[in-house]
């Protein structure tokens, strides 16, 4: 890699660090949302 390169590299890598951590936390808030939505129809079923 060229050190130009490697300079707007490493400019941009905040960036594209943060876009990651908000899609990962965004997958972790719909991951523990569908879990909770499992448990609650497993608690339903088991009432019925």
Do not use: I, N, Y
């Not at 997958?27 to 608690?43: G, Y």
Request: proline share 2%.
């Amino acid at each position: 890699m060229s050190d130009e390169l490697l300079r707007v590299w490493w400019r941009g890598f905040p960036a594209v660090l943060h876009t990651a951590t908000v899609e990962l936390r965004w997958l972790a808030v719909r991951w523990q949302d569908l879990f909770w939505t499992v448990e609650c129809s497993k608690e339903a079923r088991a009432l019925v």
